[in-house]
């Protein structure tokens, strides 16, 4: 008797502690959450290698796009589009640049008429862009074919605003030249040398120094005695 009631006594305890467990909630042991991966990607590893490497890419893509839009400022002038030539001249990030130069020069080709030249002369200069040789030089072609006084003073305005001391000889020798095969009837001797002088003063120091610019004074010099000569008989 003794031993069932000693038997039933650990039955009942092994059920009791088997019931306590059972209801017992289980908790997950705490984790830490893993470190994200170092970055894969070509701009966010963070090494001095990967930002080299970033800044290279981002430097061949801005080349890229500017070679780009070079390509299409230049389609627009082969057109006959002036206004690139303010585009041309940021892009360049200088007052004369070579850009600016080749955009100028391609409007120069497109202008296939005098009245397209001329409108190509006066937007040049009344936005106070630079004046090339090539767009001075082609102004003085078209003066020599067809000479009046507002074209002969258009062309010694261009020539002086290239800043070059040849240029502007070669236009005022046209344009003695016209004036003495009296194609400039419009336009009086004192006049012209008024023209002549004026202009002159629009070269820069630099110019009017050099060894050209030696050359110019001289030309305008031997003008001078010959206008006023012309004025006075």
Known sequence: MVTFLITSLVILAFLAA??????????????EPLPLPPGRGLFIDGTP???ALAAAEAESLAIANADQRRSELLSLAA????SVLEEARNLGNAEHSEFYDE??????ESADSAPKLLALGSYVTRHEFPVNKK?????????????DKLSTAKMLHLAALSNEADVYEAA???ALECWRKQLLRDLSPQELLAILEGEF???S???RSSGAGFLLKRTLSNARRELEAAHGG
């Not at 088997?18 to 984790?31: G, M």
């Open 49 to 51: 290698d990967g930002a």
């Open 103 to 108: 955009v100028l020069n391609t409007l120069v």
């Open 172 to 174: 005022a020798e046209t």
């Open 205 to 207: 120091s630099h110019a």
């Open 18 to 31: 088997a019931a306590y467990f059972w209801q017992k909630p289980a908790f997950p042991a705490k984790t």
């Open 79 to 82: 057109k006959g589009e002036k």
């Open 135 to 147: 767009l001075a030089a082609r102004f003085i072609e078209s003066c020599k074919s067809a000479p």
């Open 201 to 203: 003063w629009l070269l």
